[in-house]
């Protein structure tokens, strides 16, 4: 049987080891953490439990075709909901908005609580919709990096429509267009920050991302996203995969072009396939450190990257749901600060994800376990001591304000995830969240591969490469790569 060795057990990871071993591999994975997951883990802190990174779930059927790849019913392993309140939003002159996935009922929200109307809202989701149709087989279901991808007609198709994406000009000016009110104009731009990029740079392309959480729904796993990971890790090792955990790979092993295998301290370990699930910029600077390096492709810009306050709260908040933006008054000066002055403003955007709304074990009875988190740039070795303390008081006043409390008396418990922990925690080059940005029209094409041009049977997957960061995409990069490898 040919053997395959995964660098990594992230989300990417996994769904490739579940994949290959399908395709007749014996596959192991080899993870640096005593836990799998990467950046979808959980962790206790007293009687609350919090899913540490990823909280909003969106295209669960790449989950679900894991299972069914594998025989299985996906029901029985792994189950969600889907949310009828996707979101609720918050402005300090206290508009509030609910998303409903139900649209009519968003719409009517917009009209009752916004100087838009329901016309605005539906023509902006039917143009997420058109780009969606336009780009999804070609950019985020195929390699951008084989001949066969541009030689197939619904590609030529998807071309002759370039004009529809529009590419050229900015979200924030795109959505200026779609809305009257400034409200709204934020809520679309919002969608910017799901792949960690700036909708006053990244083209109106990215309008996209509505669609998925909108028009395809947001969704609730059973017992909270790290169901997600626990599920996958299961059904995998029914598969066979072994998963050896607190393993740091050292070097990917290369002979005449042709990947060999891995060394951990030392030791050399065979492999007919070597897929690596480490953010691509380290893989290149730590594993395969003599090899050329792909210079112009290791500098692109990288994502926002986040500073999340985990609080325990001793109170239940019944205007809040699962998700819950309180926007900044200032969008625009928010993300120059991040991506330009690398920093954080002072009227940040507050992000709160309760999912004891959901899963009530998650947190004690009367309790609520609050995900705070903001939007921040990636480390540059910023002085992180002085901007989360700032940044705390600011998030608690915001907070204070809008929900008329004194929260810092409710935080039960605290314990905080910044740009340094993400890095240090799951090897992402400067704790960036989805790899490297969407800032211009030629992200896309910017990002790395799925396979090496220069070393035979070695992969790549996860956020930091083609398509992208996010679950839905990270489990497309594992696809992607299984696509290409060779049945046994
Ligand atoms: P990663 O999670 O990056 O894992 C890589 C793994 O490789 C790690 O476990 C690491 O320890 C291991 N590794 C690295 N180097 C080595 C080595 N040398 N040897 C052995 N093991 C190694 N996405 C969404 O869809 N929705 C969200 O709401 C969302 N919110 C997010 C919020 C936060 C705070 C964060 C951090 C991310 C969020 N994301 C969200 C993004 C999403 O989490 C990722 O895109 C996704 O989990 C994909 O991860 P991955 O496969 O690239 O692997």
Redesign the pocket.
Known sequence: MPKAII???????IASAIRLSIKGYEVAV????DY?????SDFKQGDFRFD???????MPQYVDELFELAGKNPKDDFEYEKLDTICKYFWDDKTTLTAFADVDKFATEVEENTKSDAKELKNFLKKSETIYDITHEVFLEKSLHLLNTYTNTNTAKSFLRFGEIDAFRTMAKANQSFFKDDKMVQYANRFAT?NGSNPYKAPATLNIIPHLEQNFGAYFPKGGMYAITKSLVKLAEDLGVVFKYN????DIVVEDKIVKGIKVKQQFIAADVVIS???VY?TYK??LKDQKQPQQILKQERSSS?L?FYWGIKQEFKQLSLHNIFFSNNYKQEFEAIFKDESICNDPTVYVNISSKYHIEDAPKGCENWFT?VNVPNNTGQNWETLIAETRKNIIKKLNKNLEVDLENLIENESI?DPRT?ES????FRGS???TSSNNQFAAFLRHANFSKQIKNLYF????VHPG??????LL?AKIVADMVKEH
Do not use: C, Q, R
């Open positions: 660098v990594g057990a992230g989300l990417a990871g080899y993870e640096a953490n799998a997951g990467g950046k979808l540490a990174g990823p909280s909003l779930f969106t799901y393993i740091i790979v050292d699930n480490m953010d380290f730590k594993l986040a999340i988190m995830l993400i925690k799951t090897s992402s969240l989805y790899g997957v996860g956020g930091s960061g996010g679950i839905p995409l990270a990069s």
